[in-house]
């Protein structure tokens, strides 16, 4: 049960620093901003596979049922990798997807990332899962 927690204080450091300094800092120090965004593209979907594969160890423990804020974080990132993600690459080229342009998915996959981060915030403030 501890590994798991320290996997969890991983899992949570891991989706904030790619958020907040690895993929800024992509973006900063490659000129080619294409490149930039498959590099960053590429480490986001790493972190959806590692929360996936941290909800799935979570449920095979007997508290799985108060992991419920890092199945919202695992759910958020899967809809990111699995749903907005297509989108914002069909719409990054051919202009739109579904009615919205990449600058709109991206926010929306932004927006959804963040709330993966706070959720898993969330669940190590609270102290949730033990």
């Not at 930039?36 to 423990?61: K, P, Q």
């Not at 199945?71 to 749903?83: C, G, K, R």
């Not at 690459?89 to 990332?113: S, V």
């Amino acid at each position: 049960m501890r590994a798991f927690r320290i996997l969890l204080v991983l899992w949570a450091g891991s989706l904030w620093s790619v958020a907040l300094i690895v993929a800024p800092t992509l973006f900063h120090a490659q000129p080619d901003q294409e490149l930039a965004g498959m590099l960053a593209g590429r480490l986001f979907s790493i972190e959806a596979y590692l929360g996936i594969a941290t909800a799935a160890i979570a449920l095979l423990l007997p508290d799985r049922g108060k992991f419920w804020w890092g199945y919202a974080a695992a759910a958020l990132l899967a809809s990111n990798l699995w749903v907005i993600g297509p989108r914002m690459a069909r719409a990054h080229l051919h202009g739109m997807a579904w009615g919205l342009g990449f600058g709109a998915w991206h926010g929306i996959a932004a927006l959804l990332y963040g709330c993966a981060c706070i959720a898993m915030t969330l669940l190590i403030w609270n102290d949730d899962f033990r």
